[in-house]
């Protein structure tokens, strides 16, 4: 009968399945709901504050107070306190509670607040971004790129994916198992925490949320102390979200403190920690965890490297390489800190750096406006390291053709700024080949062809992400393979990161671990194994001879020896002599 229908049936009959497939999502898919926060005041690039003469985090008098400031103008933004280990405990309590009804939630009442959150930054961008260059210094198309893009990138393929990911994984049962059903279920595990950097605030605490709230947990977010300000806005926006669907806003807490808060979380009984910072501030967090038995994932920054191949397109790679150094000041875990260029092409790559590194305007975006390519400084007190790094290199040889000390703004006389800076020659045993600046510095080397700039990349300890420039992707592809690292790009830097169904970490001492794509997600659930009978009436027998008491070892041995044999062993005559061996031991 099926068969005789004409194509125009047989259409009519696809666009009514088509259609009706949407038309059941569309009706069974919670409408994302519409809310609104209040933006502080300071996010306004109008607003002015009280300059503070010797911005410094940390409040003298109240050394428990943090002291938030605008670190490209000096503007006093608030004096925030930092919560003790009573506090800390009461808000995991709260959260525990919270967590316990969230678990019950559909997958699509989860995805339903994730669209709401999205919707939301979608149509509050602006203020979004102020807020974050007000707390850090950063320029505003830093911040979108840094902030909003990758947030929306994790929220949508999250929304997406996430339910398929976490739904219940069936597994092969093996041979000896065939009548049984095998799968995993994976359980929220609690209460989570996450202890992020100060380097893109909305999105590092963002982030981890969204990861915990689609996998059922409930998570406490330790917020770095330099970006206290913007991280109760943002905060405010979640718990807002979570409200408007009738949740309870303490399943998200964020925390803004120093390092004994971080250490609180880690001990206050959470089940999991993901933390964000340095090698040794990490090393610290793995043994406080350990303490506890918490599981952790550590990313520990990096000193990503770029190899040029002399064949390079340079139209399309030198833009990707000022972006990648330069992108927030350089204040990245993926930014390119090492570029290796081969010989042929080194002095064609130095000079239009030089000349590019020259033009750039370094200021307050949201009190200069246009004209800022560069931003501040988040921390005030690294401009000593960050010299002494320079200084180095060129005693050894490097050459500095730009930079390469604090920048005193002739307007902003208390903002931290430090020059875009362009350092060349520099070989693979000076001390800024091997330390994470985390700072608007280009670091340029030379290589003598592919294997030798494998070589130099290897030689940092670092191994976050990477990139390869070549008209020939092939050979670009098998340098990855060979570099000690846990990402790299072809012709491209850091979109490992906008491609989230990847895993993101490294190895070394970056870190280990992997948070974004189904290992993250998954990563932050319990993976419950369950064997259930397959087929009606069928159910694991103990044969007699296996019964205890065993009536004969001899015989009891024979039989399972035989049993192996019959099931795993791969030859015909062997599976033969195996059954004869059952029938006899049963007999």
Known sequence: MFLELSWQQWASIYLG???????????????????????????????KGKILEN?????????????????ATGYHLDTIPSPTAEQVKTLYERTSAAQIEWAKTSFE????????????????????????????????IDASLGEVITTCAKLRWT???????????????????????????????????????????????????????????GIIVKCSEYVAWSSKYYESIIKTCLSAHGHNPDLVQFVSGFAD???????????????????????????????HLVPCVLELGGKDCAI????????????????????????????????????????????????????????????????????????????????????????????????????????????????PTLLVDVTSDMAIANNEAFAPIMVIMKHQGPDDAVRIANECPYGLGSSVFSADKSLAESMCLRLKVGMANVNDFAVNYLCQSLP???????????????????????????????????????????????????????FVESLVNLVYHPEIPAKIKAMIGLAKAHL
């Not at 999502?25 to 005041?41: D, L």
């Not at 041979?175 to 996450?194: D, F, Q, R, S, T």
């Not at 040794?280 to 043994?287: C, E, S």
């Not at 990563?523 to 069928?538: E, F, S, Y």
Request: hydrophobic letters at 40%; charged letters at 20%.
């Open 17 to 47: 399945a088509f259609f009706g497939y949407f038309a059941l999502n569309w009706f069974s898919t919670i409408s994302p709901k519409k809310f609104k926060v209040t933006v502080p005041e300071a996010a306004n690039p109008r607003w």
């Open 55 to 71: 911005p410094t985090i940390r409040d003298i008098k109240e050394p428990s107070n943090i002291i938030c400031y605008d670190p």
């Open 109 to 140: 009442e989860r995805r339903a607040v994730l669209r709401s959150l999205l919707n939301f930054i979608l149509e509050n961008q602006e203020a979004i971004c102020q807020a974050g260059c007000r707390d850090t210094g950063k320029t505003m």
């Open 159 to 217: 929304i997406d994916n996430g339910e398929s990911v976490l739904a219940e994984d069936y597994r092969s049962p093996g041979l000896m198992m065939l009548y049984k059903n095998a799968k995993i279920v994976y359980e929220p595990m609690g209460v989570v925490a996450a202890l992020v950097s100060w380097n893109y605030p909305f999105h590092n605490a963002i982030g981890p949320a969204i990861s915990a709230l689609m996998s059922g947990n």
């Open 261 to 291: 808060v971080g250490e609180e979380i880690v001990k206050c009984g959470v089940k999991h920690v993901t933390f964000i910072g340095s090698p040794g501030v990490g090393k610290l967090v793995q043994k406080n965890a350990a303490d």
């Open 308 to 419: 040029l191949l002399k064949d390079t397109d340079l139209v399309q790679a030198i833009p990707v390489l000022m972006r990648g150094v330069f992108q927030n000041c350089g204040q990245n875990c993926i930014g390119i800190e090492r570029i290796i260029v081969a010989e042929e092409i080194y002095d064609k790559v130095v000079d239009e750096m030089d000349s590019r590194i020259s033009k750039l305007r370094q200021g307050s975006v949201l009190v200069d406006g246009e004209g800022v390519d560069c931003g501040a400084m988040t921390m005030g007190n690294q401009f000593e390291k960050l010299e002494g790094l320079v200084q180095e290199a060129v005693s050894r040889g490097a050459r500095l053709l730009r930079g390469g000390k604090r920048y005193h703004h002739p307007s902003h006389k208390h903002g931290q700024y430090f020059e």
């Open 504 to 558: 993101f970490g490294g190895v070394g001492i970056s870190g280990y671990g992997r948070f974004a794509g189904q290992e993250g997600l998954r990563g932050l659930c319990v993976p419950k194994a369950i064997t259930i009978d397959r087929i009606p009436g069928v159910k694991t027998p103990i044969p007699p001879i296996l019964d205890y008491p065993i009536t004969s070892a001899a015989n009891g041995w024979t």
